[in-house]
């Protein structure tokens, strides 16, 4: 079965410092991806940034940064200059393009980043 | 804004009642599925519709349900409420893989509280 783990339930980084918010999957298929989202307080769930498992680089987008490692399994969330406004929950979750492609997402329990000024 | 919305913003209503809750997909996108976030369970997949049709079923409960139609929108129905409902929830719609919609865009959700 597909799992995602996020060992950490709270993190704290200074202001303009960066921080990596850790992200570790199980899955049997070799098609897959992963992805981030952030929920601020108010609630809504935003796309941040988007891995295949069949992407040779790493994505970013912006400040953004996904570490990829495939043997390890993981796929650690790179935030730099880190921002008032990232506080935050983060979310990692994978989807499968195997057999079932359903397209649903398995999230994990989420981090809680509190960026200090 | 995602372009995912979902109405109401909050709902509270007391056990034993049945509620929907509507969710209308981004423009173009065909797939909408459905997420509660409940303290104890995290986020959790709940159902999924494709053009229509239900594609792909979660940690759904018999008490709920939910359909998709011609217009796209979704509306997940949830009966004899219990206190262990109040949650989050969530619609997210997507494009199919093949026009490059690999994001699911999430709505602001919906917050449901039984009393």
């Known amino acids: 079965a597909q799992k995602i783990t996020q060992t950490q339930p709270g993190m704290f980084v200074q202001e303009k410092e960066a921080v990596t918010l850790d992200c570790t999957y199980d899955?049997?298929?070799?098609?897959?991806?992963l992805f981030w989202y952030k929920q601020p307080s108010s609630g809504e769930m935003i796309f941040l940034i988007y891995?295949?498992?069949?992407?040779?680089q790493n994505a970013t987008e912006g400040r953004y940064s996904l570490n990829f490692q495939k043997a390890r399994k993981s796929a650690n969330l790179v935030i730099s200059a880190s921002q008032l406004g990232d506080s935050a929950m983060y979310f990692c979750a994978m989807r499968d393009y195997g057999s079932s492609n359903t397209g649903k997402l398995i999230f994990g329990q989420g981090t809680t980043l509190q960026v200090k000024p | 804004d995602s372009g995912v919305t979902q109405t109401p913003k909050h709902l509270i209503t007391a056990t034993g009642q049945r509620v929907t809750l509507r969710c209308s997909p981004r423009s173009g996108d065909l797939s909408v599925y459905w997420y509660q976030q409940s303290l104890d369970q995290g986020l959790q997949f709940l159902i999924q519709?494709?053009?229509?049709?239900?594609?792909a079923k979660g940690n759904i409960l018999e008490r709920f349900s939910a359909q998709q139609f011609p217009d796209l929108h979704s509306e997940l129905n949830l009966s004899s409420l219990e206190l262990g409902d109040s949650a989050l929830y969530f619609c997210?719609?997507?494009?199919?893989?093949?026009?490059?919609?690999?994001?699911?865009?999430f709505g602001p959700g919906t917050r449901l509280t039984v009393l």
């Open positions: 519709y494709y053009n229509g049709e239900e594609r």
């Open positions: 891995q295949g498992s069949y992407d040779e």
């Open positions: 997210a719609s997507s494009a199919t893989p093949s026009s490059g919609g690999n994001e699911q865009f």
């Open positions: 899955t049997s298929d070799q098609s897959y991806g």
